[in-house]
């Protein structure tokens, strides 16, 4: 068993209706690692099993060793497990300052540092930081919903769609963040409907189609295949 995250035959849905059916994947230490698949393959429902908000029904989820899967989603983010979701979930009501608060609830040292950090990382916050969250543009909602993340000092950072609603150049920005953030030693697990993109910025990736593992391999091997290409990259 290795350290990272490790999902093993993860079957889980919602109610009566099976939507991930015996899911395994595995994002090793330091690894980038993303999930591409089509509308309604089951992608956010596999993050939000990982991260606790749905309970699966078989399978298993460890990270280092760790069973995830009976533990509650606030013990499972004091493991360092933080999810950016969809949609990105931020208290509009709220400064941009305070919201980066709220993503070092489980700590109880000191956050300066850090949060100097994440003002490294974009400078747009620290500019707006008394500015109430709902006032920022889309892909700065996306930042900010990302530097909350970090403040809980994650050894795995989930991000679903991260590039969704975004513009192109804004996009690019988002990846080369997501890039620095790995290279900090942070493990992290991308689900794009952008596949290109995140298989050129990941090590690894996996199609998910039906709730089902349809391919997995290196990112270089998965942009070059055939069916990837055709399905995924909108070539013909
Ligand atoms: P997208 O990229 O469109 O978000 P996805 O791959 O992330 O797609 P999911 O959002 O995980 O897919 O949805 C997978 C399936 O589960 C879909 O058929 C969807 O209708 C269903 N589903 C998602 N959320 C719920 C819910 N809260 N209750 C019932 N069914 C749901």
Same mark, same amino acid.
């Given at each position: ?7 093993? +035959? ?35 429902? %596999? ?7 749905? @309970?699966?029904?078989? +399978? ?8 995830? #899967?009976?533990?509650?989603? #606030?013990?499972?983010?004091?493991? +360092? ?12 009501? &709220? ?13 109880? *040292?000191?956050?300066?540092? #850090?949060?100097? #950090? ?17 006032? %920022? ?19 795995? &950072?989930?991000? *679903? ?60 091997? &998965? ?5 990837? @290409? ?7």
């Amino acid at each position: 068993m290795g350290t990272g995250l490790e999902v093993r +035959g993860l079957t889980a849905g919602y109610g009566q209706i099976e939507v991930l059916h015996q899911v395994n994947l595995h994002v090793g230490a330091g690894e980038l690692v993303t999930v591409i698949g089509p509308n309604g393959a089951g992608k956010s429902t %596999l993050l939000r099993t990982i991260s606790g908000l749905i @309970r699966p029904t078989a +399978g298993e989820v460890l990270l280092d060793n760790r069973r995830l #899967d009976r533990l509650s989603a #606030d013990l499972i983010v004091r493991t +360092g497990l933080m999810h950016v979701p969809e949609g990105r979930r931020i208290f509009s009501r &709220l400064t941009v300052l305070e919201n980066l608060e709220m993503g070092a609830y489980t700590r109880n *040292d000191r956050i300066e540092t #850090d949060l100097e #950090d994440i003002f490294n990382l974009f400078p747009i916050l620290k500019e707006r930081r008394y500015q109430r969250a709902g006032t %920022l543009s889309g892909g700065e909602q996306q930042m900010l919903a990302i530097g909350r993340a970090l403040l809980g000092k994650p050894r795995l &950072l989930v991000l *679903d769609e991260p590039s969704m609603g975004l513009a192109p150049l804004i996009v690019q920005s988002i990846f080369q963040i997501i890039e620095r953030i790995r290279s900090q030693g942070v493990m992290v697990l991308l689900v794009e409907q952008n596949a290109l993109q995140a298989l050129k910025l990941a090590d690894r990736g996996y199609v998910l189609e039906n709730g089902r593992i349809a391919l997995e391999g290196p990112a270089n091997e &998965l942009l070059v295949c055939e069916e990837v @290409r055709r399905s995924y990259l909108g070539e013909s």
